[in-house]
């Protein structure tokens, strides 16, 4: 009996801890795509009497049919139909509008409305950002990035990203700062990793403003404020971003940068897991267990830490162990425990490869 005292007190504290570690470097590259400046609703000409034009006159409304498909297209991916935008993009044939060249790449790369093709989707791409599109010339760097649908090249990227940040991008200049973060295609660089995320975050882009925020809770490429970071973090949470909302609740949780609260934490966490974030999940769990914010609730506790440890949460994985090795609020159960803590310790949680050592 004293040995489980003394372990639910250790164990205790770790969940605490893992409350307390703010999740996630800086993300990876996203296949984001800008909004559309330019937004036309087209009417399609009359044109029944085609054939009896003259050819330069037929020519020309054969050219205005082709123009409205494309637009007819550019609408419909918009509204996102992407089968019926694949359809008028058919139909137009030739397509040189580096728009809708831009969302051909698009709906390749995620099958949007057609298969799935990484290779069409780079010639999309291509085709769109050497006339300057701004977002192809961001996406078909993403794709160089990662090797997709081409040969994995950073030099590439690079030359590709800057082309349109010099347009001001801000997905591009985040993808650029990401760059500089990691030191990939350029010499790592945490200042210009810094100042390129700020560019981007001042056009109000949600990745960049989460990845600015980490910068300034880690003091890396600025100098540590908390009270910046949690005012990037706020405003990628307010856009929707769950990561950000995760991490502004464990600084609510901390009283870092704000008043601490527990509650606004706990609201913070709420609307983090709901997007399935496992991190918010897990910090939930943390929250249930010991009362913090909201009453004590172990059912609930054991809820949130499944749902995380489902999606591979080694701190969930970590937690729920220990309430079937203790037997809390559950069938007490030794070897599902060991089976949770070894997938966590597989993950490097020193915790639970504290626990295998010591209690197996």
């Avoid at 037929?58 to 419909?76: C, D, M, P, S």
């Avoid at 989707?121 to 701004?134: L, T």
């Avoid at 882009?205 to 910068?215: C, D, E, I, P, R």
Wanted: glycine share 8%.
């Amino acid at each position: 009996m004293k040995k489980s005292i003394i372990l639910l007190s250790a164990l205790a504290l770790g969940f605490a801890a893992n409350a307390q570690v703010y999740e996630r470097t800086p993300r990876e590259y996203d296949f984001e795509l800008s909004d559309i400046a330019r937004r036309i609703t087209p009417v399609l000409s009359s044109c029944a009497t085609t054939e009896k034009k003259a050819p330069v006159q037929a020519a020309q409304v054969a050219e205005t049919i082709k123009v409205n498909y494309v637009q007819l297209g550019n609408n419909a991916f918009d509204n996102a139909e992407y089968a019926k935008a694949f359809s008028y993009y058919q139909s137009a044939e030739n397509i040189t509008d580096p728009t809708a060249q831009n969302h051909l790449g698009d709906m390749y790369l995620n099958g949007a409305g057609v298969s799935q093709d990484y290779e069409k989707a780079s010639e999309w791409f291509e085709k769109s950002a050497a006339q300057g599109n701004s977002s192809a010339q961001n996406n078909l760097g993403v794709m160089y990035v990662n090797g997709v649908g081409v040969s994995q090249d950073y030099e590439k990227a690079v030359e590709w990203f800057e082309k349109a940040v010099a347009q001001g991008d801000s997905f591009a200049q985040n993808s650029l700062g990401l760059m500089y973060l990691k030191g990939i295609g350029v010499s790592q660089d945490y200042e210009k990793a810094a100042e390129w995320f700020e560019k981007a975050a001042a056009q109000g882009n949600s990745s960049a403003q989460f990845n600015l925020g980490l910068m300034y809770v880690k003091g890396i490429g600025v100098s540590q404020d908390y009270e910046k970071a949690a005012e990037w973090f706020e405003k990628a949470a307010a856009q929707g971003d769950r990561s950000a909302q995760n991490n502004l609740g464990l600084m609510y949780e901390r009283g870092e940068g704000v008043s601490q609260s527990y509650e606004k934490a706990v609201e913070w966490y709420e609307k983090s897991a709901a997007q399935g974030d496992s991190s918010a999940q897990n910090n939930l769990g943390v929250a249930y267990y010991f009362g913090r914010g909201v009453p004590q609730n172990s059912k609930k506790a054991k809820e949130y830490w499944e749902e995380a440890a489902a999606q591979g949460n080694s701190n969930a994985q970590e937690s729920l162990g220990i309430l079937y090795y203790l037997g809390d609020g559950v069938e007490q159960n030794h070897a599902k425990a060991k089976e949770l803590w070894e997938k966590s310790a597989a993950q490097g949680n020193s915790d639970a490869q504290d626990h295998l050592e010591k209690l197996f």
